[in-house]
């Protein structure tokens, strides 16, 4: 054992033996750090979905406007098997550093892209990086923090997304209708400096190398990576075949499918997809919170500009109370007084987040106030701050040292999976009812709402994925 592996193992104890609090002496540099590095990928969550609208109409790229976004899950997939893997094996400090690289340089991509294809091009980049980043981050969180803290830490995490949330909307659409949207994603890049320079050094020290520094380093495991690479293929036929929609398109469909539904089953745990009781519940419900609610989120701007005549700005602005009480959900379950009721408070979340979706598409009725989405989206990221941070919290206390990259990989691909799969046919139908035509609005800023069933059929089956989530929440204990 190296002198420097000698001092990381006894950081670790000591945090084991005497955990203090997130921000005391021991903890302050990593938990402000990785903190940091939330804030980016949330400035960049908000602020994008404010500046889509107008990049895909000018990019005459409407009717693939779902691909914006699940561009960026799908290749997350592939990455976050990557990482789990690279984390366990070596420490979780170079998948952060790499991945903070992509982040960047997708951005560029899509901020300079002259067709539509490139831009989501770009966002598959972007996907690459913010799937190396979010496994490694839980990974870190396992390593430095002992049990009593996770909650605190993850509550953290949450409350990195209120400024973003915020800020991001406002700073977007004033950039968006001054400068134009590419100014968006190429100023973005800038903010990594900050993760960079705090971040990592305080990875270094308390959480890199692997997680038993005397025991030999497993080799990558080529199945697990082969299986990855199917998933994120056949997560890209199926989006594909859903934005075209022709007989022909049911070749790649049935391509995706064979593609993707033996990989998910070899890389979640087993009984993921019958709700078995324990992790795989947990795995299962995470995909199906995270899933719903920003599969219907990602359709919130371009309803409001589209059929309510909203700017961009505005419309941004409707979903930033959500970062707000997205924090005080993960607040509330990070109180030690709920530990014992985690999982009623997950059910309740689950309730208020199929409510919110549910409730979202009523302003499609001219008589409903616009402002009923922010209130209505406000109640969902209060259910969701319950949830997403419970479900962290649960799947490391379940996850021995050297699988938490493993397991949290597996959390990561649940989500993300669910996101792309969800996005598909969220986008599928929203085009199918007529839903690209809505550009012709846009562009000309008038309300009225060419096509609202096209926004109804994403919003509504989404509450009923959001309500078998409830169900779920019942199964969370072993």
Wanted: proline content about 6%.
């Amino acid at each position: 054992m190296t002198a420097l592996d000698s001092d990381r193992t006894e950081t670790r104890a000591a945090g084991q033996r005497k955990p203090g609090g997130v921000l005391d002496r021991e903890h302050r540099a990593l938990s402000v750090g990785i903190v940091s590095v939330v804030m980016l990928i949330a400035f960049e969550a908000t602020a994008v979905g404010t500046a889509m609208p107008v990049a895909a109409r000018e990019l005459h790229g409407v009717p693939l406007y779902a691909f914006g976004f699940s561009a960026y899950f799908t290749t997350s997939l592939f990455a976050m098997v990557l990482s789990g893997q690279w984390s366990d094996r070596a420490g979780p400090l170079a998948p952060v550093t790499a991945g903070i690289a992509a982040f960047g340089a997708g951005l560029l991509m899509s901020g300079t892209a002259g067709t539509m294809w490139l831009f989501i091009l770009g966002r598959a980049v972007q996907g690459l990086g913010g799937g190396l980043v979010i496994v490694a981050l839980y990974v870190v969180v396992s390593r430095a923090y002992a049990e009593r803290l996770r909650p605190a830490i993850m509550a953290a995490f949450a409350a990195g997304w209120v400024v973003p949330s915020i800020v991001g909307p406002l700073a977007a659409g004033t950039v968006t209708e001054r400068l134009g949207w590419r100014w968006v994603f190429v100023g973005i890049p800038v903010l990594v400096v900050l993760p960079l320079v705090l971040a990592l050094p305080a990875i270094r020290r308390s959480a890199s190398g692997p997680a038993d520094p005397q025991a030999p380093r497993p080799p990558f495991d080529g199945r697990r990576i082969r299986l990855a690479l199917g998933i994120s293929l056949g997560a890209g036929l199926l989006q594909y075949a859903g934005q075209d929609l022709r007989w022909v398109s049911l070749v790649p469909a049935v391509a995706g499918a064979a593609l993707l539904v033996p990989a998910a089953l070899g890389l979640l745990p087993r009984g993921t997809y019958r709700a078995a009781r324990g992790l795989p519940s947990v795995v299962l419900l995470r995909g199906l919170a995270a899933g719903a609610f920003i599969s219907a989120e990602s359709f919130v701007p371009l309803m409001l500009v589209t059929e309510r005549g909203l700017s961009p700005t505005m419309a941004g602005l409707s979903l930033a109370v959500g970062g707000a009480t997205w924090a005080l959900g993960s607040y509330v379950q990070s109180r030690p007084r709920v530990e014992p009721y985690r999982e009623r408070l997950m059910v309740l979340g689950m309730l208020l987040v199929a409510a919110a979706i549910a409730t979202a598409p009523s302003v499609l009725v001219p008589a409903v106030p616009v402002w009923t989405v922010g209130v209505a989206w406000g109640v969902g990221c209060l259910g969701m701050g319950m949830v997403i941070s419970s479900t962290s919290v649960l799947l490391l206390k379940l996850s021995a040292p050297g699988e938490a990259g493993a397991n949290s990989a597996a959390l990561q691909i649940s989500d993300g999976l669910s996101n792309a799969v969800l996005l598909t046919l969220g986008g599928a139908a929203f085009a199918a009812l007529g839903g690209g035509s809505v550009a012709a609005h846009a562009a000309h800023g008038a309300g009225g709402g060419s096509h609202p069933v096209a926004f109804a059929a994403v919003f509504l089956p989404m509450a009923v994925v959001g309500a078998v989530g409830a169900w779920v929440a019942t199964r969370l204990r072993t």
